[in-house]
DNA sequence: CGTTGCATGTAAGGTGTTACATGATTAC
DNA sequence: GTAATCATGTAACACCTTACATGCAACG
């Protein structure tokens, strides 16, 4: 393994080196999917576990992932434990269900504003269980890899015209400026998927067929 | 939230259905790394845990994620457990280091090939933390969001330089055809990435600056 | 009157990481 | 000699999911 001109292990943060700001005790260290959450809060009013839940499937879904309802509420607790949320108990009455409604903190937009500016950015982590199985595909049928990027296909596209629908609907307010521009992104990210999926099908036909043991 | 088109639930799975054959006690139930593993040995006569940590840093990291050396010395145990591979010890002698060899079994091998024709295939799972932050972007120093694009660009293109070095390596053996078209979309992937980013960049260069602390 | 949606949470367990420990060999 | 690489593993813990439990409201 004489390769010089490469690192074997790539970083798995971008800045390694933590500057004295950023993990000094007035920016919690919290993984990515607290601050995601958080994230959240700072685009709205006032959010219920439930809305959040949903809310990441419409949004954070695209480019990040969304947490499970349990996750979420977990997550609700910590961030007010570390003051960066507060909540209020909405109780039921006249027929209206009781819940509680979370707001982002004005330290909380501090907090949130340090970790964008100032904490080491994580590399993306892509876990890409169709390529996953191309990679293994001298063990597989031909006609089920066709399957399943077919279905990988046609899941981009699904996912391509929800971000752009998305992004129509953003774009209109100016407060969603940034949010906008990532779903844009989102847009040609699963244009780009499709394509390269496409792509990926036409190189594997070209393939010598080793293993066939039906073709009707 | 009245849209009727697109579900709200993306599937995690593209077969959420079991078909018969998929979970019987012959395949054991595992997690995609479990597989990840085994298709390494498969792809190999015989190699050590720290073999795969290192062929994983150069192969799977591409589209996959490449486990921490613990977490792939358990999966070999496992495996192992299953019936899935075996194990030799190589003692030391000679100034030759002892170490455990792991060959995958010909159950291994029919499991992995039931694995990728029959099981449901996961959703592709992205966490993209370059995007999390520009969605958060108005909490953010614009030129701290440039510096963050402009290295996850520099990440992408070297990911992309090793994807087409490692391609040109592997697919002159024809038993790489599948791994190699792999890689040749990795390129391709991270080729993608790179435009994307400098789209998304030029993007947001025409938002209206809110905040602006210096400019010098 | 049953299903779906709203709404919140707990418990258990699986997945995966970091830090640590160990010790030999190779390269500078 | 001391730093890096080879090689394996344990322990502790963080992260995250699934399954489960609960109960009301609205819709048909």
Chains 1, 2 share one sequence.
Not at 175 to 191: G, I, M
Request: one cysteine or more; a neutral charge.
């Amino acid at each position: 393994m004489g390769v010089d001109v490469f690192d074997t292990n790539m970083p798995k943060r971008y800045s390694p080196v933590v500057t004295e700001a950023a993990n000094s005790d007035d920016v919690p260290n919290l993984p990515p999917t607290s601050w995601a959450v958080l994230g959240m809060l700072s685009h709205a009013d006032e959010l219920s576990g439930y809305d959040l839940k949903k809310w990441a499937d419409w949004s954070l879904q695209f480019f990040y992932w969304s947490p499970s309802y349990s996750q979420i509420y977990a997550e609700l607790k910590r961030l007010e434990k570390h003051g960066l949320a507060t909540s209020r108990a909405v109780i039921q009455q006249d027929g209206v269900r009781g819940k509680r409604m979370y707001t982002i903190t004005e330290s909380g937009r501090k907090a949130a504003a340090r970790w964008v500016n100032d904490a080491p950015v994580e590399a993306p982590v892509l876990k890409h269980s169709v390529m996953l199985r191309v990679w293994l595909g001298n063990l597989a049928e031909p006609e089920r890899l066709r399957e399943m990027l077919e279905a990988h296909i046609a899941y981009v596209e699904k996912m391509a015209k929800r971000a752009e629908a998305d992004a129509k609907g953003a774009e209109s307010n100016p407060d969603w400026a940034y949010p906008s521009a990532v779903l844009r992104w989102c847009t040609r990210h699963y244009e780009s998927e499709r394509d390269l999926a496409q792509e990926l099908l036409a190189d594997i036909d070209t393939l010598p067929k080793r293993r066939r043991r039906k073709h009707g």
